[in-house]
């Protein structure tokens, strides 16, 4: 089992920018495949942007594209999320996971290792 404690999150006003950090324990780190994932009140959890063990593969959802960068340094067990050009819409509790595989993957049923989440809140 892989523990992860996310940080970074917070208020900020459209357009806006914030990084998130996720630091990892427990199982060895570079072996799982790391994605962000995030959850707005009433809607289900989404996809948000995932990064393959070796770092070489990276995959973001649509709405996310050119505006959020996944990053991770595993000699310090910790995944970024960089989020630049905030809009009211990325508005939600965000989730770092670790995935049951070293491979890219996008699919929520894939991470078995979930933190406990932190708020990002974008100000029109």
């Known amino acids: 089992q892989v523990q992860l404690v996310e940080s970074g999150g917070g208020l900020v006003q459209a357009g806006g920018s914030l990084r998130l950090s996720c630091a990892a324990s427990?199982?060895?780190?570079?072996?799982?495949?790391m994605g962000w994932f995030r959850q707005a009140p009433g809607k289900e959890r989404e996809f948000v942007a995932a990064?393959?063990?070796?770092?070489?593969?990276?995959y973001y959802a649509d709405s996310v594209k050119g505006r959020f960068t996944i990053s991770k340094v595993n000699a310090k067990n910790t995944v970024f999320l960089q989020m630049n050009s905030l809009k009211p819409e990325d508005t939600a509790v965000y989730y770092c996971?670790?995935?049951?595989?070293?491979?890219?993957?996008?699919?929520?049923?894939?991470?078995?290792?979930w933190g406990q989440g932190t708020q990002v809140t974008v100000s029109s």
């Open positions: 427990g199982r060895t780190f570079s072996r799982y495949a």
């Open positions: 996971a670790a995935a049951y595989t070293p491979d890219l993957t996008a699919e929520l049923s894939d991470f078995g290792s």
């Open positions: 990064i393959s063990w070796s770092g070489g593969s990276i």
